[in-house]
């Protein structure tokens, strides 16, 4: 039988490594150089089930795997950084909602808190990151992030019924871990 920190190490390291290949694996063109990240419905599936730590470690670690084994460093302080917001807001309003009945408003409210933590991580965090390190004009890195803005937020909303069903699974073969 695992222990529990055994446990908790053996599920993250399962999202991380989910997270990486349905990033490298399923990418779908949305704009010129920016695809639907799917590995964001890995993340969207932990803060759903497991909460904010470890949707902001299946974030922040896949980025930086899924960064390291494509093309390096370019993009992944601030992709890394925003994941963590992401994982944090998302996660707790997920874990707030848990006992709600009226899934469908549930499901409004995890919205509503992607569209303001996507904001806040990506047209915020990513960009200000990028303005340091790169020295561009912080509202062009703004505007260049639009694109990974829609595509984030598109991606983690269309996730949630994922994140239901898979829930249910998680909830039926295996005890709370968190």
Same mark, same amino acid.
């Given at each position: 039988?695992?222990?529990?920190?055994?446990?908790?190490?053996?599920?993250?390291?399962?999202?991380?490594?989910?997270?990486?290949?349905?990033?490298?694996?399923?990418?779908?063109p949305?704009?010129?150089?920016?695809?639907?990240?799917?590995?964001?419905?890995?993340?969207?599936?932990?803060?759903?089930?497991? +909460?904010?730590?470890? $949707?902001?470690? *299946?974030?922040?670690?896949? %980025?930086?795997?899924? &960064?390291?084994? !494509?093309?390096?460093?370019?993009?992944?302080? +601030?992709?890394?950084a $925003?994941?963590? *917001?992401?994982?944090?807001? %998302?996660?707790i309003? &997920?874990?707030? !909602?848990?006992d709600?009945?009226?899934?469908?408003?549930?499901?409004?409210?995890?919205?509503?808190?992607?569209?303001?933590?996507?904001?806040?991580?990506?047209?915020?965090?990513?960009?200000?990151?990028?303005?340091?390190?790169?020295?561009?004009?912080?509202?062009?890195?703004?505007?260049?992030?639009?694109?990974?803005?829609?595509?984030?937020?598109?991606?983690?909303?269309?996730?949630?019924?994922?994140?239901?069903?898979m829930?249910?699974?998680?909830?039926?073969?295996?005890?709370?871990?968190?």
């Open positions: 039988m695992l222990n529990s920190t055994t446990k908790k190490i053996c599920v993250l390291a399962m999202g991380v490594a989910l997270f990486v290949v349905l990033s490298l694996c399923l990418q779908v949305l704009f010129e150089n920016y695809y639907l990240c799917l590995g964001y419905v890995v993340m969207a599936v932990y803060c759903y089930s497991f +909460g904010p730590s470890y $949707g902001a470690a *299946i974030g922040f670690f896949g %980025v930086i795997l899924y &960064c390291l084994l !494509t093309n390096g460093l370019r993009g992944m302080p +601030g992709w890394a $925003g994941n963590i *917001i992401i994982g944090i807001f %998302v996660g309003t &997920c874990k707030r !909602t848990a709600m009945k009226n899934v469908f408003l549930r499901h409004i409210i995890i919205a509503f808190s992607i569209i303001v933590s996507v904001t806040i991580a990506i047209l915020g965090m990513k960009s200000l990151i990028e303005y340091v390190l790169y020295s561009q004009p912080f509202v062009i890195r703004v505007a260049n992030n639009v694109f990974a803005f829609v595509a984030d937020v598109f991606v983690l909303i269309f996730s949630l019924p994922i994140c239901y069903k829930n249910q699974i998680i909830k039926k073969f295996n005890k709370p871990i968190s």
